[in-house]
């Protein structure tokens, strides 16, 4: 919460390819103790840029049958609690969770996941962005951060699989990343 600019530069990394955002306000800017050591949650930060877009973001330490329900309710609370009564349905801002997981979901070898309301068929139709989920799947990214992945994204992966290994905490060179590690 402290450190919005690192924050942007960690959304811009896994939206790598479209319009750069800045975080204008971190809506939960502190993050007690006790959540520290919840159930499941690492960290889980709700920030808003200057276009009103929401972003939540999450680290995910072990994975559990119900994680895909509970990913999809926060995304949607989070844009339902956007409206108060009366208000139009063309106030909403999109929400976009970003699920940094300390564990592999699916079988294929992708690692970074972009997930959002499309035709089932028809997959260029997209019904809206309004709702987006991006999963980065740590251990594989890690695994693959050689391959054809941004370079920043792969550092940030690293930070976060390897932030305590100074050898590989000095190959990095992306300011942001240096910023965090101080």
Known sequence: GGAPHLLADLINAVRCGEAPVEVVEVLNPRIEPAELTGKFIVLDVLARD??????NIEMQVRRHADWPLRSAYYLA????????????????????????????????????????LRD????????TTSLQLHLVELPKADRLRQAAQPA?????????EHWQEEAVMNAITHEPIRQALQ
């Open 50 to 55: 200057a276009s009103g877009r929401l972003f």
């Open 77 to 116: 609370r989070t844009l339902a609690h956007q409206l108060q009564g009366g208000e139009g349905y063309g106030e909403l801002k999109p929400v976009i969770g970003i699920h940094l997981m300390d564990f592999e979901l699916f079988a294929q070898e992708q690692a970074h996941w972009r997930f959002e």
């Open 120 to 127: 089932h068929r028809h997959r260029e139709v997209v019904l």
């Open 152 to 160: 920043v994204l792969a550092d940030w992966v690293a930070y976060f």
